[in-house]
């Protein structure tokens, strides 16, 4: 049974830095790109960052562009996202996804595999 289970959420001030944490289990994942979206309260889940499976070339939303970065290490079948430099605005729960199978990294509805999240509140 595949599961992704994130956390490292929590709460943090502004200005603040969290590390996010996705561990894959159930199959191999190094042929697979891993993402990270977040949801905000009242919004759509939106795209966040992602990591090329063949390359480990990272891809990532104009939102958070040079405050976030992902990577992964595939022995561990882990995938993190470090997150400096923290908004309000960054406040949502954060879900990973796993294995593009369809769409482009950034497409929420392409993934096969998702956590359940984890909760990252930043306060002003």
């Known amino acids: 049974q595949v599961q992704l289970v994130e956390s490292g959420g929590g709460l943090v001030q502004a200005g603040g830095s969290l590390r996010l944490s996705c561990a894959a289990s159930g199959r191999t994942f190094s042929t697979c790109t891993m993402g990270w979206f977040r949801q905000a309260p009242g919004k759509e889940r939106e795209f966040v960052a992602s990591?090329?499976?063949?390359?480990?070339?990272?891809d990532y939303a104009d939102s958070v562009k040079g405050r976030v970065t992902i990577s992964r290490v595939n022995a561990k079948n882990t995938v993190y996202l470090q997150m400096n430099s923290l908004l309000p605005e960054d406040t949502a729960v954060y879900y990973c996804?796993?294995?593009?199978?369809?769409?482009?990294?950034?497409?929420?509805?392409?993934?096969?595999?998702w956590g359940q999240g984890t909760q990252v509140t930043v306060s002003s």
């Open positions: 996804a796993a294995c593009t199978v369809v769409g482009t990294s950034a497409y929420r509805y392409g993934y096969k595999y």
């Open positions: 990591i090329n499976w063949s390359d480990g070339s990272p």
